[in-house]
């Protein structure tokens, strides 16, 4: 089993930064990526960004310019650094790992956060 706990949610004003984390813990052999995901009202969840194992990165179109995605292998954490936010960006903020657990020989999987709110609105 693997837990991520997600911080750093709030209001902002547009145009104001937040700067999110995502601990990930548990009986964890490998991850091979960790990334953010959002879900606004009426929308799809979709991705925001990733980093896998090997350090790539990968942004939705949204994101590039404005978020970066940082972490510290070490410590299981990952960080969603959001500048320059819009209205747009208000949603519920998911961390997501693809991880491997101890023991487990049948690959790894899927896990998810309870997510974090983030609102931009003047």
């Known amino acids: 089993q693997v837990q991520l706990v997600e911080s750093g949610g709030g209001l902002v004003q547009p145009g104001g930064s937040l700067r999110l984390s995502c601990a990930a813990s548990g009986a964890i052999f490998s991850i091979n990526a960790m990334g953010w995901y959002r879900q606004a009202p009426g929308k799809q969840r979709e991705l925001v960004a990733l980093?896998?194992?090997?350090?790539?990165?990968s942004y939705s179109d949204s994101a590039k310019g404005r978020f970066t995605i940082s972490r510290d292998t070490r410590k299981n954490r990952v960080y969603l650094q959001m500048d320059s936010l819009k209205p747009e960006d208000t949603a519920v903020y998911y961390c997501h790992a693809e991880a491997a657990i101890i023991g487990h020989t049948d690959g790894s999987r899927d896990y998810w956060g309870q997510g974090t709110q983030v609102t931009v609105s003047s």
């Open positions: 980093i896998s194992y090997g350090g790539s990165m």
